[in-house]
């Protein structure tokens, strides 16, 4: 039987590539969540000094130097819970781009046109962190919830 997951993350970007910081996954049916807090990129043992990383650490709250996981790590795990036949689905053609190289069944929710900064219906289920609105966590419940109703 197949399942049907979200996925989303937040992160840095800087020269045109992602440094994913916190990344979530969760089951449609079951509810299983798994996120991970991810350390930053050994080859960028410090945040690049621009106006950019500045602005993505006031919106995220999620420092350069925090993490439990290398982000590779965290996404053959993810690739364990997630079945060859499984759907996958996250919102924003980036985000897809990116993860396709790993999760290639991924797809994007191009159905969901309302901004996560307008979804409200799973505040309850953000992180420890308390990044609020831009928690992967509370993201990937949102898109259950609005791709449910």
Not at 82 to 105: C, F, M, R, T
Request: glycine fraction near 4%; hydrophobic fraction near 35%.
């Amino acid at each position: 039987m197949s399942a049907t997951w979200y996925v989303d993350f937040e992160g840095y970007q800087c020269d045109g590539r992602f440094n994913v910081k916190e990344i979530a996954i969760l089951n449609k049916d079951t509810l299983q969540c798994f996120y991970y807090f991810v350390k930053n990129p050994c080859k960028l043992p410090n945040a690049p000094n621009t106006q950019t990383i500045d602005y993505q650490f006031k919106r995220h709250k999620l420092r350069w130097k925090s993490g439990d996981y290398h982000f590779l790590d965290a996404i053959c795990d993810i690739m364990t819970q997630v079945k060859h036949n499984d759907s996958v689905y996250a919102k924003g053609l980036e985000k897809v781009n990116y993860l396709k190289i790993w999760l290639p069944q991924i797809q994007e929710m191009t159905w969901i046109s309302t901004p996560f900064k307008k979804l409200y219906n799973c505040v309850s289920e953000v992180c420890e962190i308390g990044h609020g609105l831009n928690c992967a966590r509370r993201k990937v419940h949102e898109l259950r919830y609005i791709d449910t109703q």
